[in-house]
């Protein structure tokens, strides 16, 4: 089985409205063909296939304030309600707090070797998963373990 886990963040699936929301009025062929000819809009979660799944997440996961990037990142890594665990939302970046999650399991450990040794831009060979964050190839060519490490925590 193949998994392509896409993620990004600050976008939600707004209205069916080509004057408000990009994602109504893109020509976005590949998506369009995987969602059975709909479009990313609000209204279609959730939808399943044979070769796609489309969920809407409420990212506030029971905890009052405005969701953040730190926190809502790394429970979709995680697979933990970390806002909960915390009490509070938090980012851009995580504080030392969200990065013990981090750095206690993430989700693509399950999927990979134990050495947990991601790679940019190609996967080994061997190598089950692979993580291609939006970041340049100088950034990416580290161990993730060492990324969260140089990028992931507020001090």
């Not at 953040?68 to 938090?90: D, E, K, M, R, W």
């Not at 993430?106 to 050495?115: H, K, M, N, S, V």
Request: hydrophobic share 40%; proline share 10%.
């Amino acid at each position: 089985m193949h998994l392509l886990f896409l993620f990004l963040d600050g976008i939600g699936l707004g209205t069916d409205d080509p004057s408000s929301n990009p994602f109504a009025r893109a020509h976005l062929p590949n998506m369009h063909a995987l969602l059975g000819g709909r479009l990313l809009v609000a209204g279609i979660t959730p939808y399943h296939s044979e070769r796609a799944s489309l969920l809407s997440l409420d990212t506030c996961l029971g905890v009052d304030g405005v969701p953040q990037s730190a926190t809502g990142q790394a429970v979709l890594l995680t697979g933990t309600n970390i806002p909960a665990a915390l009490g509070y939302h938090y980012g851009p970046k995580p504080n030392p707090a969200v990065a013990e999650f981090l750095r206690n399991g993430q989700l693509f450990d399950l999927a990979d070797r134990p050495d947990h040794h991601y790679s940019y831009p190609a996967a080994a060979e061997n190598q089950l998963s692979a993580l291609y964050p939006a970041q340049p190839p100088i950034v990416c060519a580290r161990p993730a373990r060492q990324l969260i490490d140089l990028f992931a925590v507020d001090r």
